[in-house]
C-alpha cells in the first residue's frame, strides 16, 4: 500500500474508534441535571439517564440540532419548586404523552 493510503486509513481507524469521540457525539451516558443546571432545595438530585432516552427517541425530540448536543427544544428558567421548568415544560408533558410507567413518580426521577 503506498504511504499516503496507510496514513488515511490509520487515520480512519483512530478516529472511529476513538472513545471520546464517540462520547462527544453521543454526549454523557447519565447527567446530573441538579449540577448541571444548578438547581438548589432539598430534593435529591436528578440523575437523568441519557442513553436509555437516546435508545428510545430522536435526539430532535430534545435538541433542537437533528444530530443531538447543544441546546434543548425548551427554556429551562424556572427552577424552583414543584411548578419548575423541568416537570412542566421537558420532563412531565412527554412521560404523559409516551406512558411511561411512573413518569410522575417522584422517585422514578428523584431516586
Ligand atoms: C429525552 C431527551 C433527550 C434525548 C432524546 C437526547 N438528549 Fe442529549 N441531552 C439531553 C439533556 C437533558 C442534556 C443535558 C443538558 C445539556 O447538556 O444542555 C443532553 C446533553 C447532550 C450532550 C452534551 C451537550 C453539552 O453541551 O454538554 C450531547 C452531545 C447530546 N446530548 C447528544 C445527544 C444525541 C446525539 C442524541 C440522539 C442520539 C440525544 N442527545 C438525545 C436530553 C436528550
Ligand atoms: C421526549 C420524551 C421524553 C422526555 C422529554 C423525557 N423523557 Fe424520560 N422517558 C421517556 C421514555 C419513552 C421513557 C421510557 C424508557 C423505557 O421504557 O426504556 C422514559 C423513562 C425515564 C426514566 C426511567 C428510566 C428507566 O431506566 O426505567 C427516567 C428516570 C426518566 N425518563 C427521566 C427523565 C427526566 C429527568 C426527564 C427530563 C429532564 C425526562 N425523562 C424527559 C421519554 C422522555
Ligand atoms: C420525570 C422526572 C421527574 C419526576 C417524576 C419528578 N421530578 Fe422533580 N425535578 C426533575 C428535574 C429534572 C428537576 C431539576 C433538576 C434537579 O433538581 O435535580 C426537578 C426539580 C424538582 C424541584 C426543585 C428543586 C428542589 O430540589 O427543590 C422540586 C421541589 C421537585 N423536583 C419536586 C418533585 C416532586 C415532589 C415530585 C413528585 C411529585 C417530582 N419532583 C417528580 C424531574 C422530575
Redesign the pocket.
Known amino acids: 500500500m503506498p504511504k499516503g493510503k496507510i496514513g488515511l486509513v490509520l487515520t480512519a481507524a483512530f478516529l472511529v474508534s476513538a472513545p471520546w469521540v464517540m462520547a462527544g457525539a453521543q454526549g454523557p451516558e447519565s447527567i446530573?441535571?441538579?449540577?448541571?443546571?444548578q438547581?438548589?432545595?432539598?430534593?435529591?438530585?436528578?440523575?437523568?439517564p441519557h442513553r436509555t432516552h437516546q435508545a428510545k427517541l430522536a435526539c430532535s425530540s430534545c435538541h433542537l440540532d437533528p444530530e443531538g448536543g447543544g441546546k434543548l427544544v425548551v427554556e429551562?428558567v424556572n427552577?424552583?419548586?414543584?411548578g419548575?421548568d423541568?416537570?412542566k415544560k421537558?420532563?412531565?408533558p412527554c412521560?404523559v404523552e409516551m406512558q411511561?410507567p411512573?413518569?410522575?413518580?417522584?422517585?422514578?426521577?428523584?431516586g
Open positions: 446530573d441535571l441538579k449540577e448541571k443546571f438547581v438548589e432545595g432539598g430534593m435529591k438530585a436528578v440523575i437523568f429551562l427552577k424552583v419548586g414543584i419548575n423541568f416537570h421537558f420532563c412531565w412521560h411511561v411512573q413518569g410522575k413518580s417522584c422517585p422514578t426521577c428523584h
